[in-house]
């Protein structure tokens, strides 16, 4: 198990985070975000820290490397700061990703880069986060990447932001700083359309509200970072949602028959056919009538098979195969489906995408569409506008006019493509309405898209504009 040594200039708080509580934790993928400098790394080395997530070993080397750099205490960014370029700059380039937990919970941490160039890198780690915590430096407030985080956060429907307002100690932990901030969140965040937000002051480098409660907060009533992340609702709202099966592997026996001396191995099905793969959303239950996409041939699962044995229903998270009735034409990248909601295959995709690409999205660009583990040739018809995220004028992100794409640009685009893809919306389904853009020279990702409307109001926002946030944390909501 990890441990954590008491010696030295750094040191946690005595808190037992390992051992079986007898019932089985959740788990919470995280994303960090938020501008360059403004101290992620560091916050994500102290929640490893203090809640004794770290090897000794690994701390001992974090001591050594923060003396060589003339520091008097560990600096615990290089504990998640792992590329040498990174260690050398002090910033993150790469996600990387940690794993901890406590007895309340398990937890996947993307520790993602705050740099422009490197927003691509952020929405890749914060594609799959339940939370996105979102940090800002108390002296310089909200800020362009702020904004720029947000609504890559809006976009992905991320169903939690937790507004971490860092470095509070130098502003002599100010109750007005952190208040004017709060509130300059709740409207940025209620423009962008958030569904839920929650602001928490914070010194990382000093421990205050990371894990334990600090005193020289008195004004804050709220949870801690790690109290909000043990708390916060993690209901999957897909197991609620519409049956989406993406295959993944279609499973026939494979080789030839037993030799002689293997006839005590147990018999193989020579007629079994599987369809592996993970139920993105809703429910399978063995009896069930699907329908098959794209072709729309219908079929009823006669058997849910996992490694530990047939279950009467795999729900969404779970990872089975399906076997059904009948032996119809069903392949990689088919979707299997509720026959009461199916999504209806399209030609023609309209979406929003998250350029990623140093080269620009220009009409008539050829691209490879992958759709979970469909992949098939578009051409983009149209790009129909860009995301402005307002940052010189204060006022709320808005929606340009535009031709092209560029690097970190957001914007609007349709695509005809060579056969047709069963999408959702990405409003209602995360995982069978995303979609990434491939070159289809070299492979690379060119941008991350999200099918069907934005959640970004196109308008002004509407209600009334809140004039402080709560000391608890918690922001106004619309």
């Known amino acids: 198990m990890p441990t954590t040594t008491t010696a030295g200039p750094t040191t946690g708080p005595a808190r037992a985070t390992g051992g079986d509580t007898g019932q089985r934790r959740t788990l919470l993928r995280l994303a960090t975000a938020g501008s360059v400098d403004d101290g992620k790394s560091t916050l994500v080395g102290r929640l490893l820290f203090d809640t004794n997530s770290v090897l000794t070993d690994t701390l001992d080397h974090v ?12 600096d615990l960014a290089l504990l998640t700061d792992g590329l040498r370029a990174e260690r050398e700059q002090g910033i993150t380039i790469d996600v990387a990703y940690r794993y901890f937990h406590t007895p309340a919970r398990k937890f996947i941490l993307a520790d993602c880069p705050g740099h422009v160039q490197y927003t691509r890198n952020t929405v890749t780690g914060s594609s799959t986060a339940d939370v996105i915590v979102l ?16 609504a890559v956060a809006s976009l992905l429907r991320v169903p939690h932001v937790v507004l971490v307002v860092n470095k509070i100690d130098l502003v002599d932990y100010a109750q007005d700083v952190f208040t004017r901030i709060a509130t300059d969140f709740s409207v940025l965040a209620r ?6 937000s ?9 421990g205050d509200n990371v894990v334990t409660r600090s005193s020289r907060t008195p004004w804050y009533e709220g949870p801690t970072v790690l109290g909000y992340l043990e708390t916060v609702d993690d209901t999957k709202r897909a197991v ?41 959303s809703g429910r399978v239950r063995v009896g069930e009538e699907v329908v098959v996409l794209p072709r729309g041939s219908h079929a009823r699962v006669v058997a849910v098979d996992t490694p530990d044995g047939p279950l009467q229903e795999a729900v969404a998270g779970q990872s089975v195969t399906l076997r059904l009735d009948t032996d119809i034409d069903v392949s990689r990248g088919d979707v299997l489906a509720g026959t009461d909601a199916p999504p209806a295959p399209v030609r023609e995709l309209t979406g929003t995408v998250c350029w990623l690409a140093e ?21 983009v018809r149209s790009v129909d506008g860009a995301l402005d995220l307002a940052f010189d004028s204060g ?36 995982a069978t309405g995303a ?19 934005t959640a970004i109001p196109t308008g002004p926002v509407s209600g009334p504009t809140p004039t402080a946030a709560k000391v608890d944390g918690t922001t106004p909501q619309k």
């Open 198 to 206: 929650h602001c928490i002051p914070v010194s990382a480098t000093e």
């Open 435 to 453: 979609f990434i853009l491939v070159d289809e020279a070299d492979g690379w990702t060119l941008g991350a898209g999200m099918a069907g409307s």
């Open 135 to 150: 940090l800002v430096d108390a002296r310089k407030g909200v800020v362009e990447q702020t904004r720029r985080h947000l």
């Open 191 to 196: 423009s962008l359309g958030v569904i839920d």
């Open 63 to 74: 001591e050594q490397v923060s003396r060589r750099k003339g520091l008097a205490t560990a």
């Open 395 to 430: 006022g709320a992100p808005h929606w340009e006019p535009a031709t092209q794409l560029g690097l970190n640009d957001i914007g609007r685009v349709r695509i005809a493509l060579a056969t047709p893809l069963p999408l959702d919306s990405y409003k209602e389904h995360r």
């Open 240 to 280: 609620g949602a519409d049956l989406r099966f993406p295959v993944q592997h279609v499973i026939r026996p494979q080789g030839a028959p037993l030799a002689p001396w293997a006839a005590s191995a147990p018999a193989v099905d020579a007629d079994y056919r599987g369809y592996a793969g993970k139920v993105e």
């Open 359 to 379: 080269r620009t999205l220009t009409v008539g660009a050829r691209v490879l569409v992958q759709h979970g583990t469909a992949l098939t040739k578009g051409i």
